[in-house]
């Protein structure tokens, strides 16, 4: 079983940044395909950003050039770095981690507004 832990969410006006962590809890984290959702209400989570255990990275159109994603398996840590941000950014963001099964964390709520 792994756990993973997200931090970083906040409230943050349209045009600022916030920086993502999710911690988790498992010896082969390098081994592990890493992803950042969200969920908006009332709409389909929607995968963010992808980082496999090569470091290829995947975006969705709506947030690219905006946000990325990274890891450091060191510290069995991923982030998502969120510059640029809308709106319509405003979820909850959710970590990801995939290797033969996946694991989900709680969520951290992202609100962009003035």
């Known amino acids: 079983q792994v756990q993973l832990v997200e931090s970083g969410g906040g409230l943050v006006q349209p045009g600022g940044s916030l920086k993502l962590s999710c911690l988790a809890s498992?010896?082969?984290?390098?081994?592990?395909?890493m992803a950042w959702y969200r969920q908006a209400p009332g709409k389909q989570r929607e995968r963010v950003a992808t980082?496999?255990?090569?470091?290829?990275?995947l975006y969705a159109s709506s947030i690219k050039g905006r946000f990325t994603i990274s890891r450091d398996n060191a510290k069995n840590t991923v982030y998502l770095q969120m510059n640029s941000l809308k709106p319509e950014d405003t979820a909850v963001y959710l970590c990801n981690a995939k290797y033969y099964m996946d694991y989900w964390g709680q969520g951290t709520q992202v609100t962009v507004s003035s």
């Open positions: 498992t010896t082969i984290f390098s081994s592990y395909t």
């Open positions: 980082i496999t255990s090569t470091h290829t990275t």
